[in-house]
């Protein structure tokens, strides 16, 4: 009778760490924390956007998705200091506290794998997301494994997420090897380029122009209003505009994955 028990309850705890690895998502995160601006004459703080992060984060959570953190050389990501910003948050103020606490404390978070290591691992992932920032467009861009990532979760037709400055990082693949020409594609917007560049950063990067490079790389690129609260979805790929579009993002990804895992049942 013990031997019974002990079998069924290897059982469950095998199919529960089953259901477990169906569900993990992983989120690639820049590691930078400085800008150039205007030709290297000016230096600006920077790193992931923290509410186009922890909003994402916080929605799979809630779901029930388990989530992976990997960055360059298992770096701890850097978070801009803009996005702690109230302006950022709207009607979310005890959400940012949240938020500022969990990048504090929490030890996924702190101690995130290497790229290498994602790739290593990436059959147990059913989805990518790479929250925005202009962080990502300094190492997250020059990365030799993002390509690889990305054509991964293209080929397994896994939902990717995309936010913010992150859809850039689709130009690391020439037209020739990119799953995703002539897919549907959202990004910050060339208005919200300038008004961030004009009034915030007050500086230009020498990495800028990504609704353009998008298009001329053969991407159908869509976009909101300056601000709207605005995603995409074509297939996998869900790409989304800038902080405020987090609530679309989510609801769109996270049918996504539904999507995907109703055709793996």
């Known amino acids: 009778m013990k031997s019974i028990i002990l ?32 030709k290297g004459q000016k230096l600006r703080q920077t790193g992931v ?19 992976d953190f990997a960055t360059p050389n298992g770096m701890v990501s850097t978070i801009d200091e803009e996005s702690i910003n109230d302006n950022y948050w709207e009607d979310l103020f005890e959400v940012k506290k949240e938020a500022v606490e969990f990048i504090n404390k929490d030890s996924s978070f702190r101690n995130p794998i290497t790229l290498e290591k994602a790739i290593e691992n990436q059959d147990d992932y059913i989805g990518l997301i790479i929250p925005g920032g202009q962080g990502l467009m300094i190492d997250l861009k020059q990365d030799k494994n993002i390509p690889v990532l990305l054509k991964y979760f293209a080929a397994k037709d896994k939902p990717t997420g995309l936010i913010c400055h992150a859809p850039s990082l689709l130009l690391t693949m020439p037209e020739e090897e990119n799953p995703y020409i002539g897919y549907k594609v959202n ?19 020498s990495d800028r122009k990504i609704a353009k490079k998008l298009k001329k790389l ?26 405020f579009s987090s609530s679309s993002f989510n609801a769109l990804y996270l049918k996504a994955l539904e999507e995907y895992l109703g055709r793996k049942n």
Do not use: C, H, W
Request: charged share 20%.
């Open 7 to 38: 079998i069924i309850a290897l059982t469950m705890m095998a199919s529960i760490s089953l259901s477990a690895q169906n569900k993990k998502i992983l989120f690639v995160m820049s590691a930078a924390d400085t800008l150039e601006l205007n």
């Open 218 to 243: 053969g991407l159908k690129y869509r976009s909101g209003l300056p601000k709207a609260n605005f995603a995409l979805k074509d297939r996998n790929l869900v790409t989304s505009q800038n902080p």
């Open 49 to 67: 956007f923290l509410n186009e992060f922890y909003l994402a984060f916080k929605a799979l959570t809630e779901n029930g998705y388990i989530v």
């Open 187 to 205: 990004s910050v917007s060339p208005l919200e380029e300038f008004v961030i560049e004009k009034f915030i950063m007050k500086g230009r990067p």
